[in-house]
Structure formats: C-alpha cells, structure tokens
C-alpha cells in the first residue's frame, strides 16, 4: 500500500475506471473498450438504398442503437405504400412523406436491416428515386445522427402494353 500504480513509493498515481494506470478513463458516451454507450453524445445511424425494382425500394440501416422511429421525405415517386417491421408505418402520397414507430416500445435491432420499403407507381422509364430531411431515433427517443440515403435510379416499367401504357391492357 505504500506504492502507486506505477511502483513509486508513496506516488499519488491512481488506476482509472478502465485501469490504466494515470488513465483519463472512457471517453464521455464510451466504455472503456472504445464502445458507444450513450445514443446522445455517438448514437448514429447510415442509410442506403437495398434492392430497387420498378415499384418499390428498400432503405436499409446501419445503426449502432436499435431504432424506435423514423421520418423521410421522399421525392421523384408517387408513393403507393410502405411497409416495415415496426408496427406503425404511413406514407403521404400528397407529401412522399414517410413515417415509421411504434406504440408498444418496438424497436428494430441494432446493426444492418430493412428500415422500410417504399413502394410507388411504375414509370415507362427509369426515374430517381430521392430521400431529404430523414430523422431517425433510438428506441428511447434519442435523435441520432443519420447519414443517407439521398438518392438511387428505379427500374423503367417491366412491362408496357401495345399503347405504351406501364402494366396496360390494350
């Protein structure tokens, strides 16, 4: 007892919480393996674009928190519906707004899954399909800084009839 950490006789080094030796401990919002722990200070989540096909796209995440809600905007599509494992999702076709939560405390797991398909109306040719002003929280309600997904191409329409009309009859 009458040496510090370092060996020093009567030295006033002390171990940190991570037990280093004169350590400054974890970092705020880390624990001592360089791990987030606090959604607030590094709670973040990626987005991109999965599969595309000419009547829906997938936006997947990436996320370090497991995810309670999300809002997006969507834009270059007329929306027709949306679909995702949290049990409340809606869509504005007026707006491309989509939104996506749950009452029940549901939560998509942490790390990479489908945040939301979106699906929409078919065009002759291909269109780009673009995202802005996406929020994106934990399953406590902490806003995390999100990236993407910003925009992809959509497939033209698979198939036109002799009119030229996407998925006609004539």
Not at 82 to 102: M, P, R
């Amino acid at each position: 007892a009458d040496q510090d950490c370092f060996g020093v006789c009567f030295g006033d080094s002390t171990l940190d919480e991570c037990g280093v030796c004169d350590g400054d401990g974890a970092a705020e919002g880390f624990d001592c393996d360089g791990t987030c722990i606090d959604a607030t200070v590094c709670g973040s989540v990626a987005l991109s674009f999965g599969s595309v096909t000419d009547q829906s796209a997938e936006v997947l995440y990436n996320s370090n928190f497991s995810i309670g809600g999300f809002q997006f905007d969507t834009d270059g599509v007329d929306l027709t519906g949306v679909a995702s494992d949290l049990e409340n999702v809606s869509f504005s076709s007026a707006t491309g707004i989509v939104i996506g939560f749950s009452l029940s405390g549901g939560s998509l797991p942490a790390g990479e899954g489908v945040l939301a398909t979106v699906s929409f109306a078919p065009t002759n040719d291909s269109v780009s399909l673009s995202t802005s002003g996406v929020t994106v929280s934990s399953a406590s309600g902490v806003t995390l800084a999100s990236s993407g997904p910003n925009s992809t191409p959509t497939d033209g329409c698979y198939e036109v009839d002799c009119a030229g009309t996407c998925y006609g009859d004539a």
